[in-house]
């Protein structure tokens, strides 16, 4: 088992950089596929980025490639999602999820553990 907690969310303007972090406990990391997903106020819950266990794959959702980049640390347990270029609407609650085994990677049901959420907010 593996318990997520995001932070480094924020306010920010258009045109801003964040960068996210998730550190999960449990000496467990390597053996989990990390994502990020997000949910806008209205929205589904939709995904953004993820990153394979050894850290070589990763893919990024259409709406945020050439923008956002996530990456992990292994000796940090972390994973991280930086998010340059900013827009309003990527103004949304990002949540951090693990996966012990492989699936779609783009759908939700792949992830077994889900961290509580940090939110972002893009001012224009």
């Known amino acids: 088992q593996v318990q997520l907690v995001e932070s480094g969310g924020g306010l920010v303007q258009a045109g801003g950089s964040l960068r996210l972090s998730c550190a999960a406990s449990?000496?467990?990391?390597?053996?989990?596929?990390m994502a990020w997903f997000r949910q806008a106020p209205g929205k589904e819950r939709g995904f953004v980025g993820a990153i394979g266990w050894n850290g070589g794959n990763t893919l990024h959702a259409d709406s945020v490639k050439g923008r956002f980049t996530i990456s992990r640390d292994y000796a940090r347990n972390t994973v991280y999602l930086q998010m340059n270029s900013l827009k309003p609407e990527d103004t949304a609650v990002y949540y951090c999820?693990?996966?012990?085994?492989?699936?779609?990677?783009?759908?939700?049901?792949?992830?077994?553990?889900w961290g509580q959420g940090t939110q972002v907010t893009v001012s224009s």
């Open positions: 449990g000496r467990t990391f390597r053996s989990y596929y």
């Open positions: 999820a693990a996966a012990s085994s492989f699936g779609v990677v783009t759908g939700e049901t792949m992830y077994d553990y």
